[in-house]
């Protein structure tokens, strides 16, 4: 494609989107080759309803999203310290027109977990500074490769963002963060292209259950007879079973008689070890978002652990890679200067249980 007027002049580049190569593309893919004839396919609505998923992802975002972004500034002493400046602060306390720090921060974590990318729209002003982030929709933005290997991004109208038209921009302007670029180094991949079947299976096997509760949790069977009957027989019969004896009717006495025999067909909930199969579901998908199982509900804390020593494991092993990630982001995507940086505030996160805040107080007087 060709490019754009943009800025003061005009640009003609050839642009191609990047190629994801297998990415997470947020519609549908196939769980494994063949999946699509066989009608198992990995739909993002039907994953995201998942409860495990729907746990990692909000609890993942949330958490992030409570911490108190602050701007600090390297002081002689070689010390970040916490400060305040007439061009960062305001962006940084109040992003944009329509959410405060905390929808903002959500929202940046939830696209990127959900899809494996947040783009993040600049609006400077007439000093060039940036004065507006706006989180976009990630499926409404396309990465472009210009053939001298420069980085543009395509973006759709979307009024919320004040982008009443598409258009082609710049890296410059585009705060990109991705996770996982298992294909392209532009393309992230979310966490659900590891966990999407697993997903799929538990939110099937709630599916089955709500059906067999929905028949007055008794299985699906046939009526047998000792000889030959008519298909019509067997119509009416049918019928006549159905009306009568499943559904609300479920569990109702048959009076049987002619030979006729009513013999269950399906599997019980405990022939298909259904709680061990739906455990294992939700495990996979902790196990894909680095959740320890405890922190959505599936398994039980460790009693050897306190509450401080478990939040530290959840944020190295969860958090802090997408911490770290965001702040850098947020530093070059602000154009800071060297003296300063963005930090999260880990204290909303990282507090102690009281005996270990005695003790520590008590160690620290001597």
Not at 120 to 126: A, C, E, P
Not at 294 to 322: F, H, R
């Amino acid at each position: 494609m060709k490019l754009f007027k943009f800025g003061r002049g005009t640009e003609e580049k050839s642009l191609r989107p990047a190629d994801n190569r297998g990415g997470w593309i947020g519609v549908v893919r196939e769980a494994f080759a063949g999946a699509w004839q066989k009608n198992i396919e990995v739909n993002q609505d039907t994953v995201l309803a998942f409860s495990a998923v729907f746990a990692c992802i909000t609890l993942i975002a949330s958490d992030i999203a409570k911490l108190r972004l602050k701007l600090v500034q390297l002081t002689d002493d070689r010390i970040w310290e916490e400060t305040t400046s007439s061009s960062f602060s305001p962006v940084i306390k109040r992003p944009n027109h329509f959410q405060n720090r905390i929808q903002f921060f959500e929202t940046w974590f939830l696209s990127k977990l959900t899809h494996g990318n947040t783009y993040v729209m600049k609006l400077r002003d007439g000093r060039g500074v940036v004065i507006k982030l706006y989180v976009l929709d990630p499926r409404r933005v396309t990465p472009l490769v210009a053939d001298d290997g420069s980085v543009y991004y395509r973006l759709l109208a979307d009024n919320l963002s004040t982008l009443e038209d598409g258009v082609v921009v710049p890296a410059s302007e585009i705060i990109h963060d991705r996770m996982n670029c298992l294909f392209h180094p532009l393309v992230g991949v979310s966490p659900i292209y590891a966990c999407g079947l697993a997903a799929m299976q538990g939110n099937a096997i709630q599916n089955n259950s709500a059906n067999f509760f929905r028949n007055g949790s008794k299985p699906g069977g046939v009526l047998t007879a000792p000889g030959a009957i008519a298909d019509d027989t067997a119509k009416r019969l049918k019928e006549h079973w159905d009306l009568n004896f499943s559904g609300e009717n479920a569990g109702r006495v048959a009076v049987l008689g002619d030979g006729l025999k009513y013999e269950a067909m399906a599997i019980s909930a405990a022939d298909s070890q259904l709680i061990e199969q739906l455990r294992w579901s939700a495990e996979t998908v902790c196990s894909a978002f680095h959740v320890p199982g405890y922190k959505v509900g599936v398994g039980a804390q460790p009693n050897n652990a306190s509450a401080e020593i478990s939040n530290q494991i959840y944020y190295s092993d969860c958090l802090q890679s997408l911490i770290e990630a965001a702040e850098l982001c947020l530093d070059e995507g602000l154009e800071l200067p060297g003296a300063y940086g963005t930090e999260f505030d880990l204290d909303g996160l990282l507090r102690m249980d009281t005996a270990t805040l005695y003790k520590a107080n008590n160690d620290a007087v001597g």
